[in-house]
């Protein structure tokens, strides 16, 4: 089956301790993306990637990191997570190298950081 | 910036009335204006999409217009529905990405 996964689906943390959200797919999509989802302030970009080894920052990148080592692997890098990036997280793959197709989205991941 | 600005933010109708959701965008080399459909507890899903090169385009009880030249495209559902209850997010084109919306709450009264 085509999709995007995405772990953990909840993750509750402390402000400083890193984590990773972990994000696949099996689409063989060029392009993939996170975003976070904050209420009244729709879907922001946090970074995007348009194939192996090209990231590229998105609206609001500040606290976060990401890799593209592998086609299908995109992880979401919090170093030092604070409060502010509580949030609902998703990751989106599309078959384009821009952002001109379809986006298929990932579950979501919650994040809680106290 | 790039932005996209969407109205109105929450938006009540009966079953079988018509919703008509709107929005605006400034970046003028946008190209491509999707729509998505956020169910509760869900994740957003493509329900119409249009180019710049077409004006309209319709799929069963869901249309989209596009005037480039006021830089507007509209979401239009017709013969709402109760399963037509969520959150819509319009999205615009930018460098290399998706500029989204804040998104219109649609809630569809029997």
């Known amino acids: 089956e085509a999709q995007v996964t995405q772990n953990p689906r909840y993750l509750i943390t402390v402000t400083g301790k890193k984590l990773t959200v972990t994000c696949s797919q099996n689409?063989?999509?060029?392009?993939m993306s996170w975003y976070r989802q904050d209420p009244g302030l729709g879907l922001r970009q946090i970074y995007y990637?348009?194939?192996?080894?090209?990231?590229d920052k998105g609206d609001v990148p500040e606290g976060y990191k990401v890799s593209r080592k592998e086609k299908r692997n995109f992880p979401l890098i919090l170093e030092s997570p604070s409060p502010n990036q509580t949030s609902l997280y998703f990751c989106?793959?599309?078959?384009?190298?821009?952002?001109?197709?379809?986006?298929?989205f990932g579950p979501g991941t919650r994040l809680t950081v106290t | 910036g790039e932005n996209v600005e969407q109205h109105p933010s929450t938006l009540s109708v009966q079953e079988g009335d018509s919703a008509v959701i709107k929005c605006t965008y400034s970046?003028?080399?946008?190209?491509?204006f999707p729509w998505y459909k956020q169910e509760l507890g869900k994740r957003p899903q493509l329900i119409i999409d249009?180019?710049?090169?077409?004006g309209e385009k319709k799929d069963q009880r869901i249309a989209v217009t596009l005037n480039k030249t006021a830089k507007h495209f509209s979401l239009h559902i017709t013969e709402t529905q109760p399963e037509d209850s969520a959150v819509y997010f319009c999205?615009?084109?930018?460098?290399?990405?998706?500029?989204f919306g804040t998104g219109t709450r649609l809630q569809v009264f029997p």
């Open positions: 989106a793959s599309s078959p384009s190298t821009g952002a001109t197709y379809e986006q298929y």
């Open positions: 689409m063989n999509h060029e392009y």
């Open positions: 990637s348009m194939n192996v080894e090209v990231t």
């Open positions: 970046d003028s080399a946008s190209n491509y």
């Open positions: 249009i180019r710049s090169n077409v």
């Open positions: 999205a615009a084109t930018g460098t290399d990405k998706l500029i």
